[in-house]
């Protein structure tokens, strides 16, 4: 790495960690977070915002590198902040598309660069239910009784056309008392052992599930001490989202 670049990548560095959000309390929610960053800094992002009687969780990644991933990075939290806050009732769906509409004109005509976004925005409310929509990795949800959903987001990549509303839809499912759900990017399952093996979307969901009776901050270090035995250093982003739903207003 030239002089040039480490010093782009540093930059880019100190802007993904600034935007990260530190300890958060979320009535009805346990949780536990963690960004590793790869040698060049890869685009992750995420993002935890609690509002009044809902909780907005967002999870992103930069297909690029180095200050450009960094800068783009730096407008989705922005404007996911002050949508967010803006209207915190709001739907996912439009919430995305509205944000779709200023990446592409940020990326596409100002920038003038070709980069796009995978991303994925959801609001739980006290009563464990959660609404998602966007295009990103595939959520999973450890249910009390140990099953374990698999739930693809139904979206597109957001910045690469100027219009996704016919494309992106919504996503509502329901958590209960004790289920754990698992955000995560793709330098998790595409971690490469050296030898061309992935650490892969089944060993993650094993993982899941065999911890699930652990806090999520213990579920996180279990997958993150499985991930760095499989691959001594990440070639991308790690990130990991864990979510233990305890609700507030559960029905009887």
């Known amino acids: 790495m030239t002089e040039a670049a480490r010093q782009e990548n540093e930059i880019a560095s100190r802007v993904q960690a600034s935007i990260l959000p530190g300890e958060?309390?979320?009535?009805?929610?346990?949780?536990?977070?963690?960004?590793?960053?790869?040698?060049v800094v890869g685009g992750?992002?995420?993002?935890?915002?609690?509002?009044?009687d809902a909780c907005w969780l967002a999870i992103g990644d930069v297909a690029g590198h180095g200050l450009a991933a960094g800068v783009i990075m730096l407008m989705i939290q922005s404007a996911v902040q002050s949508l967010v806050r803006?209207?915190?009732?709001?739907?996912?769906?439009?919430l995305v598309c509205a944000l779709n509409g200023a990446l592409y004109e940020n990326i596409r005509k100002r920038m003038r660069r070709d980069e796009?976004?995978?991303?994925?925005?959801a609001r739980y409310t006290p009563d464990g239910g959660l609404v998602f929509a966007g295009a990103h990795e595939n959520i999973l949800i450890c249910r009390e009784n140990g099953t374990c959903d698999n739930i693809p987001p139904k979206g597109t990549w957001l910045?690469?056309?100027?219009?996704?509303?016919?494309?992106?839809?919504?996503t509502k499912i329901q958590l209960g008392p004790g289920d754990?759900?698992?955000?995560?990017?793709?330098?998790?399952?595409?971690?490469?052992?050296?030898?061309?093996?992935?650490?892969?979307?089944?060993?993650l969901r094993e993982l899941l599930v065999a911890n699930r009776e652990r806090s999520p901050q213990e579920v996180r270090n279990a997958i993150l001490a499985a991930l760095l035995r499989w691959t001594?250093?990440?070639?991308?982003?790690?990130?990991?989202?864990?979510?233990?739903?305890?609700?507030?207003?559960?029905?009887?």
Request: glycine letters at 8%; charged letters at 30%.
């Open 24 to 39: 958060i309390d979320v009535e009805g929610l346990a949780i536990a977070a963690q960004m590793l960053p790869a040698e």
């Open 44 to 52: 992750d992002y995420y993002d935890i915002i609690p509002v009044e």
């Open 86 to 94: 803006l209207s915190p009732q709001a739907s996912p769906r439009d």
């Open 116 to 121: 796009h976004v995978t991303f994925c925005l």
């Open 159 to 170: 910045g690469a056309m100027e219009d996704v509303r016919e494309v992106t839809q919504e």
């Open 180 to 203: 754990l759900m698992l955000m995560f990017s793709d330098g998790v399952i595409e971690a490469d052992d050296g030898r061309g093996g992935r650490f892969g979307l089944d060993r």
């Open 232 to 252: 001594e250093r990440p070639d991308d982003d790690v990130t990991l989202l864990i979510i233990r739903c305890h609700g507030v207003y559960w029905s009887t």
